[in-house]
């Protein structure tokens, strides 16, 4: 077999499928509501305000300024477009970038070009990861697992030929990703410099590479960026005792659903196949790290973003839930790396087989699992047209409910701004700008050139006492705006119209 893929047309041959994978996979997952609708509000105001919209914008800590949005960016403005085909394509080409730089790693660490199938390899993650995980989430932490992949695979090549250059541009690449996505850090930055360090310990030619991510961290972290750029600071903080655990036994039945090999879908089936994933990926690391040279380094790095990820997690976050799968994806390749190389270097047939059974159980998934999570992009079509017929063109409402989708998917015809709901009389909060919106929505001279017929959409995605009381939105809202001259209704959505501009 090996034989067969050593041929560049066979390699070309599985690059292509990756792509090809990487796009229908991306379609058939992607989620559509308005956490996803992010540079494509950004990009027209960029185009009309450039640097300036930087200032206008609210981001996140997690602002994916310096990693998707060039990417966005540059797909846009290649198509001409912000439709959600371009969106698909330039989602997935993060698939495509992760599953080749585990090839590249793979090649190195083996030396065989039974590495090329961990392209393949790499997509068949189960359903569960492409949905919870996010990893066909437009804005997730899966875009930057894909820069801290490739800056893993540039410092291999960095250390293997003793090529600063190569340690230069995966610093530069990890400042880009921990300003943008703090993530990065526990889960690629530090692991670098630790596996750097030792190695520089061992060797001192090495040391150079050890400075320049030094440097990169201090620059990322320092917080100089992300002020400059106006991204909230994120600070660690511990929690709870009672929370770490909690944390902690939820990571076992989260990582070991995304490494599933039973197929079945039990709690009992993801603890098995985190101990087996356990267990094997221990094995894997401790036998690379005895093969000497690069692969110890590689053995290093690989340990450490899998630790530092897991302890970050179960040290210092508050809120977990099935979402939280998300934090988990550098795991989940990394453990399928690592059984890939110790299949090819030991020509195991335990780790052949376990992979064998997480290919299987990965597509049976896509069965059991046919839809992505808030796929409701018929729905936001529709609304569009309700909108259109009842002549509404502007108005306010839940971010998670038919805001962001509604302007994306009007090409801007309709602008419905995300705003709070108070918890305590359900009105309307039009004084507090809402993060991933703009600043200038809720100013004087915008709301001045909006049209006088002007609507609130009120759901229960709003949540609190709203999710099962909508009277109690609507009421407060009411009172607090005044009577509306029509109430429309959508489904669950409850529109109050008032012929007036609202601010």
Known sequence: METIIKSRTSRYAITIACILISILITRKYMPYDSDIVNSQIFWPDFLRSGMSVFKDWIPTVDSWYLTVYPVHFLFYYLFGSTDVSVVIAATALFLTAISLSLYGISRIATGNELSSLSILIALLCPAFSYTYGFLVHPFSHNSTNAFGMFCVLLSLLAIKNNQVYFSIISGFLSVLAGVSDPWFYASYLLPLIIGTAFISYKDKRNVKHLIVYLISFIAAYSGIIQSFLGIPIHKFSLVPLTVMLENGIQMVFLTGRMLNVLIIQHDLAYAISFCLFFVLTCISIYNLYRSGGVNTYLSLVLFFSLAGIISSFILSYPDVSILSARFFVNIQYIAILLALISAIRLKSIVYS???????????????????????????????????????????????????????????????????????????????????????????????????????????????????????????????????????????????????????
């Open 353 to 503: 087989t376990i992979i064998a059974l997480y290919c299987v159980s990965s597509i049976y998934s896509y069965v059991a699992t046919p839809n992505g999570l808030h796929q409701k992009q018929n729905e936001t079509v529709d609304f569009v047209r309700f909108l259109h017929k009842n002549n509404l063109s502007f108005g306010y409402g839940s971010f998670w409910r038919l805001t962001h989708t509604v302007t994306w998917f009007s090409n801007g015809k309709i602008h419905v701004t995300p705003a709070y709901f108070s918890e305590k009389d359900g009105s309307i909060d039009l004084k507090r700008a809402r993060a991933q919106t703009m600043r200038s929505w809720l100013s004087k001279s915008y709301i001045d050139n909006s049209p006088d017929r002007q609507f609130i959409a009120i759901s229960p995605s709003i949540g609190g006492k709203c999710r099962n009381n909508l009277d109690f939105c609507v009421n407060g809202t009411i009172n607090k705006i005044g009577k509306p001259d029509e109430t429309l209704h959508y489904g669950d959505v409850t529109l109050l119209v008032y012929n007036k501009r609202i601010m």
